[in-house]
Every structure is written in C-alpha cells, then in structure tokens.
C-alpha cells in the first residue's frame, strides 16, 4: 500500500491526493484501472489505464508522444476548474518521469 500511496497512477493522479484512497479505492494499480467514476461513463476500465498498462505494458504514460491525449477524459464528479487544475499536475508529473 505504501507504494501505491507514493506513486501516481499511469495517467499521473496522485492516488494518495484522493479522498477516497486507501479506504473505497486501493490505487489504479490495485484496482486494475476501474474507479469508482466508470459508473459515469458506461466504460468497464479508465481509457487511459487500457491503453497504457493493457496495451503498451507501460507503467504510466509519461514517454508517449501523444500526452495528452483524447483518452484524458474529465472526472464526472469534478468541477470543469478542478479537472483542468488536476490534468495540470497530472501532465506535469508525467513529464518528471
């Protein structure tokens, strides 16, 4: 768990920033890239986990060429303003790796 907490998922959250981590979500990792907000979008896994971890076996998508791409899709239970200072921080994270 320790990891995890420590680590961004593959679209670079940070899974410890989370209000819902440890306790109802584990980390991206741990849940094989199904948060709680597919509820919302009707897909089975996040996009962004199928693509990077599913299909391309990378840990995160910090060296694609592409970042960011059309599979960033906003978080459904955020505001417009918290998704695009989250994307920020996210990119910027990816980018350090």
């Known amino acids: 768990m320790r990891f995890e907490q420590e680590k961004s998922a593959p679209c670079g959250a940070l899974c410890a920033a989370c209000a819902r981590f440890p306790l109802a ?3 991206c990792g ?3 890239g199904k948060p709680h907000w597919l509820q919302y ?3 089975s ?3 962004v986990y199928d693509c990077c971890v599913n299909t391309r076996h990378a840990p ?3 060296g694609c060429e592409r970042l960011p791409c059309e599979k960033f899709t906003s978080d459904p239970t955020l505001t417009q303003a ?3 200072q989250n994307l920020r921080a996210m990119l910027a994270r990816l ?3």
């Open 82 to 84: 918290e998704n695009e």
């Open 60 to 62: 995160n998508c910090g």
């Open 25 to 27: 979500c584990a980390g």
């Open 30 to 32: 741990a849940i094989a």
């Open 41 to 43: 979008t009707g897909q």
């Open 45 to 47: 896994v996040c996009a």
């Open 95 to 97: 980018r350090e790796q």
